[in-house]
């Protein structure tokens, strides 16, 4: 009996060898969404930063605030600079409306880009989710997965042990039985546990996006009271 990966491969009944090909494939297909994930957080916290930096001095000033629009525009990619910078342009439409009939109060242009920001913010967190159900799914089924095949492997051991021609009784004839078993449920929950800290990890940075735009957005408004204030 040959234990080595190749060896137990060969071993397998189709069952067992279905379940791992389908376990190895939820992991390729896992690890694709967590690399994208993870090259598209980076840039947008990264693209996020340098947009509040840049927008800092506009929002404390102000007298400055107009010339926040457009900012976004050079930071594509940035989760705050897309909610943020339609709230800017909402901003500058009040404004307009505002020269050209009766001005609105402080407080219903405030409101306005408050409604304005929650509406973009929630279609720019559905984008950031996208991916993460996916891992979520395969982080609770592998384990599942797995034990189909264990399943399988229990019962080509139970065959082996019954068949008289292939030695029926002795342990040494149901230990592929056995290992294969084994192995399904080990490809089972290691696939879990990598996907489950992945997703764990992406949760984590989009709680971390999401506080940055909600700062940032409470600090637009504010502005924006304090503009109409003055």
């Known amino acids: 009996m040959d234990f080595t990966l190749v060896g137990l491969w060969h071993e397998m009944g189709f069952m067992a060898r279905a379940v791992v090909v389908v376990l190895l494939a939820m992991s390729a297909y896992s690890l694709s969404i967590a690399v994208e994930r993870l090259m598209a957080y980076r840039k947008g916290r990264a693209l996020s930063r340098l947009y509040i930096e840049a927008l800092a001095p506009l929002v404390e000033s102000a007298a400055r605030l107009s010339e926040a629009v457009g900012l976004d525009k050079r930071f594509a990619g940035s989760p705050v600079a897309t909610v943020v910078g339609a709230g800017v342009s909402e901003y500058a439409k009040s404004l307009a409306a505002g020269a050209r009939a009766a001005s609105p109060s402080a407080f219903d242009v405030a409101e306005a880009v408050n409604r304005t920001m929650e509406r973009v913010k929630e279609r720019e967190l559905a984008n950031l989710r996208r991916g993460l159900p996916v891992l979520a799914t395969v982080a609770s089924s592998a384990p599942f997965v797995g034990l189909f095949g264990t399943v399988g492997g229990i019962i080509t051991a139970f065959q082996k042990l019954a068949d008289p021609t292939k030695g029926g009784g002795g342990i040494g004839t149901v230990s592929a039985g056995i290992a294969e078993a084994l192995i ?47």
Do not use: C, P, Q
């Open 184 to 230: 399904t449920t080990a490809v089972g929950l290691g696939v879990a546990i990598l996907t489950v800290w992945f997703y764990n990890f992406f949760m984590a940075r989009l709680d971390d996006m999401t506080i940055d735009i909600d700062e940032t957005a409470s600090e637009l408004v504010d502005s924006i009271l304090k503009s109409h204030a003055a």
